[in-house]
């Protein structure tokens, strides 16, 4: 089903053309957005690499210095220490392991969120492209309007001078051609603001704007459609490895309650002054131990998380069930927006054509007398608001194709083979995922941080 997603770009664009992958392009480039999702998922892996963390020692060192003063005694004793201990837990009976499985379910949670984020960027993109031909176009069509009824305007004025009609058909032309020119300034107005949505959403202003690719092919079936959707789609993916880690926290808060086998080893140089000799004593020591542990009385708050688990795990699989009928809502309504905008071209169609000859029989009826002005300017407006409807509808049926493809999932740079680059989401998680500090692994680290552009 990915090679329905194609979007056909052509090879021979005229000079300066920009066409709607060129917008896309630009978007997925351009988006802040983007970026933002991008180091939320380099956060996510990190919590990968902190969960591995917790498997392994703990070292560090210890300083101290203490001085002592007892009643009866003269004098004060003061004594320094310097110690480096190492603790590693051995055994926890599960609890480790099931942390890091959690972290890694929310790392492709969140991929799958970045896909949503990538396909949202995508359709803006495509929004913003139609709204500007669509701007275009009704602008292009207004001012053709300005025109033909500036003509009627002045044939209105010939026909008066010469007495074959009064003031008021004069008047009336006026009063049509101000509001032509009026309807051209709120084209206008509207070109400016698609403009500054395509700016938005691509990163820069619109130039000439190439004629729209062939529209996407469609499923079979709007229930092929839907099965589609609900493999594809990026909501009810996140949804799935959700659902999938709070199952993992259920099992993880049940194994809190588990003991806890840990390790330690402990170095140390000390130094005592010895108040009567006026000396220091310097000693050395060391230890080894095991440390068993199992948490017997909380107060209530390892069975109130264990209860909270088990309400997030509910709230994830009744989120997962919504998000499934969201998205088979969203394939439905882009299915109904495509044949309702086809059913209305087709009908637009024919009132254009039935409108074109009403304009010029009444336009010939009236240079006989057999038509007033208002009949001429109204068949004119009529052929008008029919243009401008079809202007509309082709505007429409695009866009809703391509929220088709979003509904899918099918909406990605990949699926739509717009032969760019793409952010590899698994490139910075396997160079965190075993939590390096130093060696080859940082040195690794470093260069995937310079070639996403974090790194200094």
Same mark, same amino acid.
């Given at each position: =089903?990915?090679?329905?997603? @194609? ?47 917790? #498997? &392994?020692? @703990? !070292? ?53 969120? !970045? ?85 938005? /959403? ?12 062939? #529209? ?27 659902? $999938? ?7 993880? $808060?049940?194994?809190? &309650? ?31 131990? #095991? ?18 688990? =088990? ?28 044949? @309702? ?51 509309? /509808? ?13 509904? =899918?999932?099918? !909406? ?5 083979? !717009? ?12 160079? @965190? ?13 470093? &260069? ?9």
């Amino acid at each position: =089903m990915a090679a329905i997603a @194609v979007l056909s770009i052509g090879t021979a664009l005229p000079a300066g053309a920009e066409s709607l992958a060129d917008a896309m392009v630009s978007a997925y480039r351009h988006s802040a957005l983007m970026e933002q999702n991008r180091a939320v998922l380099r956060a996510a892996d990190e919590d990968v690499a902190s969960a591995v963390a917790e #498997l &392994r020692p @703990v !070292l560090q060192w210890i300083a101290s210095h203490q001085i002592q003063r007892i009643e009866g005694i003269g004098g004060s004793t003061r004594s320094s220490s310097l110690a480096l201990q190492a603790e590693i837990p051995l055994y926890d009976w599960g609890r480790s392991q099931l942390a890091i499985d959690s972290a890694k379910e929310q790392v492709l949670a969140t991929r799958q969120a !970045l896909v949503g984020v990538e396909q949202d960027v995508l359709l803006s993109a495509t929004r913003a492209f139609f709204d500007v031909r669509q701007a275009t176009e009704q602008v292009a069509l207004q001012e053709n309007s300005v025109r033909v009824i500036g003509e009627e305007h002045q044939a209105a004025q010939d026909r008066f001078e010469v007495g074959e009609i009064t003031v008021t058909d004069v008047a009336q032309a006026e009063a049509q051609l101000a509001a032509s020119r009026a309807a051209l300034a709120a084209a206008e107005g509207d070109l400016e603001v698609a403009q500054e949505g395509y700016l938005a /959403a691509t990163g820069k202003e619109p130039g000439q704007l190439d004629a729209p690719p062939p #529209l996407p092919e469609l499923p079979a079936s709007l229930d092929a459609a839907r099965s589609v959707a609900q493999k594809n789609h990026p909501a009810i993916k996140q949804a799935q490895r959700s659902a $999938a880690a709070a199952e993992l926290g259920v099992a993880a $808060a049940a194994a809190e &309650r588990n003991p806890t086998l840990s390790g330690n080893v402990t170095a140390g140089v000390g130094r005592d002054f010895d108040q009567t000799a006026r000396d220091y004593d310097t000693r050395l020591s060391g230890s080894v131990g #095991l440390e068993l542990s199992q948490t017997l009385y909380s107060g209530g708050r390892l069975p109130a998380q264990h209860r909270k688990a =088990m309400a997030a795990r509910d709230e994830a699989r009744a989120q997962l069930l919504g998000t499934a009928r969201d998205v088979n809502q969203q394939v439905g309504t882009a299915w109904a927006n495509i044949d @309702v905008a086809r059913a209305q071209i087709g009908a637009i169609d024919e009132q254009i054509s039935a409108a074109q000859q009403a304009y010029d029989g009444v336009r010939e009826e009236a240079q006989l007398g057999a038509r007033t002005t208002l009949d001429v300017l109204d068949a004119e407006q009529a052929l008008l608001e029919a243009r401008a409807d079809k202007i509309t /509808a082709e505007a429409n049926l695009q866009l809703a194709h391509y929220q088709l493809l979003a509904a =899918m999932g099918l !909406l990605t740079v990949e699926n739509l083979k !717009l032969g760019i680059p793409t952010y590899d989401p698994s490139q910075y998680y396997n160079a @965190v995922r075993d939590a390096p500090f130093t060696s080859k692994q940082g040195e690794s680290l470093d &260069r995937v941080l310079r070639a996403i552009g974090r790194g200094n």
